[in-house]
């Protein structure tokens, strides 16, 4: 059972932070996401993103992560949200959520992804981090928030969701 928020989240600090990007196909009434084939979420279904590199701020990496995990050009997005994860093994992760509307080529399978156009009537959370589905539907309506969230592993022990309208 997920309780809400008890982690202290006053003395909290990312340890790395990361980037989340969406494309979305307005027309068509559909999102893209893949198949994450390594590092953390290995096996779960997520939007294209990864680690900031030194120096590097969070749009320029999820631009170049999306670049890199499904081969299509991205020249802008709009920031969405933050994600803070603690992890009971002591990992803590800072995400920055980007959607953009706009890209150039198609999206192709690499070694880091498999990407894959869903509804947006049909997000399949069941397959996703437990907490996509508290904060997904909140980017999809367009509005912004913040997140915190623990996990033991892939379970979510607590979760606390901040809307900035």
Not at 24 to 33: H, I, Q, S, Y
Not at 88 to 108: K, M, N, Q, S
Not at 129 to 134: G, M, N, P
């Amino acid at each position: 059972m997920v309780r809400d928020t008890v982690y202290d989240w006053s003395a909290w600090k990312p340890a790395e932070e990361a980037t989340l990007l969406f494309l979305f196909d307005k027309a068509a009434g559909r999102v893209l996401l893949i198949h994450k084939k390594r590092g953390l979420g290995k096996g779960k279904i997520n939007g294209p993103g990864g680690r900031l590199e030194p120096g590097e701020t969070p749009l320029r990496a999820a631009l170049r992560e999306t670049r890199e995990e499904v081969g299509v050009i991205v020249p802008d997005a709009e920031f969405c949200g933050l994600l803070r994860f603690h992890f009971t093994d002591g990992y803590d992760l800072l995400g920055h959520v980007f959607r953009a509307a706009e890209w150039e080529g198609e999206p192709i399978e690499t070694d880091e992804a498999a990407p894959e156009w869903f509804p947006l009537a049909a997000i399949p959370y069941e397959r996703m981090w437990a907490d996509d589905s508290l904060w997904f539907p909140l980017m999809l309506a367009g509005e912004t928030f913040e997140g915190n969230f623990v996990f033991d592993g892939e379970t979510m022990l607590e979760s606390d969701i901040i809307r900035r309208l």
